[in-house]
């Protein structure tokens, strides 16, 4: 017998031939991260857009075909689904989008390590890992909205940059140019933090 859970595009193909209990599974998997990456896109508006993301997972079912992985499929669905939120309600947003919108200092190209881990769990270290995380949601709130979905994705989808130019339609180097910049700014903002502490001793 195959323990091995089934892969999301496994699953997505089971419930397009009537398996109820596979969308479930996929459901549970990517609720999450397909939360958090609209609720940092559309702060206090997720709710109907998430909904209306699934909805439209259910409606697609039927043609369902593998031609990318599952993640990047949904992710594609909700990036349509932001511009058409973005269409009725925010003209310069969709702009931003259309221009390729790349602004900002060049900075390392690579997104890794760029928040670092904690070095143990002393409540000094619990309080100031939570005084970062806060810091970081402020700063990925003030990032354009082209810069923050890639980095979103990068994070919550752990998508490369093929797959985040796939699932946002721009080029790879449009792609990795915003996931740049977002990393950039994200990093001045911690080196901020970082100016700002005072010595306990002091």
């Known amino acids: ?59 697609a079912r039927k043609g369902y ?51 670092p881990a904690p070095e143990n769990e002393s409540p000094p270290a619990m309080l100031e890992r939570k005084e970062l995380a806060g810091r970081i949601l402020a700063a990925l709130a003030t990032l354009p909205e082209p810069q923050r979905e890639a980095f979103l994705l990068a994070e919550e989808a752990g998508m490369g940059l093929e797959e985040i130019a796939a699932a946002t339609g721009v080029g790879r180097e449009t792609a990795k140019s915003r996931l740049r910049y977002a990393v950039a700014r994200l990093r001045a903002a911690l080196a901020g933090l970082r100016d700002e502490r005072v010595p306990l001793d002091g």
């Not at 909700?78 to 919108?101: C, I, K, P, Q």
Request: glycine share 10%; hydrophobic share 40%; net charge negative.
């Open 1 to 59: 017998m195959n323990d091995e859970p089934r892969t999301d595009e496994a699953l997505m193909l089971a419930y397009r031939d009537g398996d109820a209990d596979a969308f479930e599974a996929l459901y549970g998997r990517w609720r999450g991260r397909l939360y958090r990456y609209l609720a940092h896109q559309l702060p206090g508006q997720a709710d109907e857009v998430f909904q209306d993301v699934w909805l439209r997972v259910v409606g």
């Open 65 to 115: 075909e593998v031609t990318a992985r599952f993640s990047t499929w949904l992710f594609r669905i909700a990036h349509n689904r932001l511009m058409d939120h973005y269409r009725g309600r925010s003209r310069n947003v969709v702009t931003l989008y259309e221009a390729g919108f790349v602004d900002g200092s060049p900075g390392d190209e690579d997104p890794a390590g760029s928040l």
